[in-house]
Structure formats: structure tokens, C-alpha cells
């Protein structure tokens, strides 16, 4: 990657909007979107060794192990595509991944830009996930709903969010590097909040 290149990472918990968002800072931006979770389903669909492994943990609601995350995400990054920028949307999502990821960056005379965290109201994240049918890919709305987003799991990855992820918050804040913006409102308004950010970093 470009050593100047924009690393960003959307934070927030599931239903908070991080794939919508990071599509259209992918279109505003040139940025490349990198999902975690759309990487890991394209690994279980494929039915890789890491596909097998991470099926029924994420059919749980529960976090993958940063090992096979760690090789997804690490495979994916030594992709020419990159060299724009990335929006990372899912990950880090535990403490170890974050370190991990800071050394790879660091590898490269690069660290994270910007940290943004989605803040959201979690009951209504309930609602918005379990009734999700969005394609993840074209965001048309004629497809099936994703694996794992019944109101159950919804829950559990509610937990996992707060237990391993949310600490996160802290530990970018920590660094300098950490937003905030209000994600409860309409999407239009979240994406240019999301703008003035990238704006503001990249300039
Ligand atoms: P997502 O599409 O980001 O909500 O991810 C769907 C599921 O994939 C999660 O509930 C986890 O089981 C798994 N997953 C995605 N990203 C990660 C990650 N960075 N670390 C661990 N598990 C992940």
C-alpha cells in the first residue's frame, strides 16, 4: 500500500451501518472496502479450511479467531487494489487483532488514520439486523437474509460487540485517532459526516 494512503476503520455494532458506509466512501473516496465479514462468507461459501473452521462460529453469533482473520485479512491486503487506501469494515474486532494490525502497517512506515466509531442505539440494532435483506454485495433488496441475522444471534453478536470490540474505542482514542459521529440518522447525513472526517485526515 502507498505509504501516504488513507487507512481508515469504521467501528460500531452490527446494524450500525459500517458496510453502507464504507460502499459509498468506497464511490466518494476511490477507497477499497475491506469487510471481514463478506471475506469470511465468501470463505464458507468457497468451503476453505478457514471456511470450514468459521462456519458454525459465526452461525453462533460468536468472533472467528484472530488467527484465521489475521490470514484472510493479511492475503487480501497484499492485493495491488490497496495501494488507494482502505475502509476496514468488521475489523479489528478484539484487542489482539488491532495490535496485529498495527504491526502490519507499522512493517510498512504506515498506522491507522482515522478510527470512526458508529454510535448507535443497540435495541434498535436488533430490529434493523433481524429484518436485514439486503444483497451485501449490489444493497439491492431482493435477496435472502444474511447468515446470522436472526434476532438470537443478533444478540449474541450484540455481546461479542461489547465484551471484545467496543474496547477498541478506548484504545484508538487512546492513540489520537479515534471520531465519533452520531449513526442513528438518515443515511445521507451519516455519509457526509463521514466525508468532512475523511476530508479533514486526508488533506
Ligand atoms: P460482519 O459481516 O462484519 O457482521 O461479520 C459477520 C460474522 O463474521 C461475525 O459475527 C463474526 O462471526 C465473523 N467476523 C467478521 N469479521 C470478524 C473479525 N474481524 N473477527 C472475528 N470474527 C469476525
Same mark, same amino acid.
Given at each position: ?36 465479514? *463478506?471475506? &469470511?462468507? !465468501? /470463505? ?5 479450511? =478457514? ?7 459465526? +452461525? %453462533? ?40 494490525? *498495527?504491526? &502490519?502497517? !507499522? /512493517? ?5 488514520? =482515522? ?7 443497540? +435495541? %434498535? ?42 474496547? &477498541?474505542? !478506548? ?33
Amino acid at each position: 500500500m502507498a505509504k501516504n494512503s488513507p487507512v481508515l476503520i469504521l467501528l460500531g455494532p452490527p446494524g450500525a451501518g459500517k458496510g453502507t458506509q464504507a460502499r459509498m466512501l468506497e464511490e466518494d473516496f476511490g477507497l477499497v472496502q475491506l469487510s471481514t465479514g *463478506d471475506m &469470511l462468507r !465468501a /470463505a464458507v461459501a468457497a468451503g476453505t479450511e =478457514a471456511g470450514k473452521k468459521a462456519k458454525a462460529v459465526m +452461525e %453462533a453469533g460468536q468472533l472467528v479467531s484472530d488467527d484465521i482473520v489475521l490470514a484472510i485479512l493479511r492475503d487480501r491486503m497484499s492485493q495491488p487494489d490497496v495501494a488507494k487506501g482502505i475502509i476496514l469494515d468488521g475489523f479489528p474486532r478484539t484487542d489482539g487483532q488491532a495490535a496485529a494490525f *498495527d504491526g &502490519l502497517l !507499522a /512493517a510498512n512506515g504506515q498506522k491507522v488514520t =482515522a478510527a470512526i466509531s458508529l454510535e448507535v442505539n443497540d +435495541e %434498535a440494532m436488533v430490529g434493523r439486523v433481524s429484518g436485514r435483506y439486503t444483497c451485501d454485495k449490489c444493497g439491492g433488496t431482493d435477496m435472502k437474509r444474511r447468515a446470522g441475522d436472526n434476532a438470537e444471534t443478533v444478540r449474541e453478536r450484540l455481546k461479542a460487540y461489547h465484551a471484545q470490540t467496543a474496547p &477498541l474505542i !478506548a484504545y484508538y482514542n487512546g492513540k489520537g485517532v479515534l471520531q465519533k459521529i452520531d449513526a442513528m440518522g438518515a443515511i445521507g447525513d451519516i455519509r457526509k459526516a463521514l466525508g468532512s472526517i475523511v476530508d479533514g485526515v486526508s488533506a
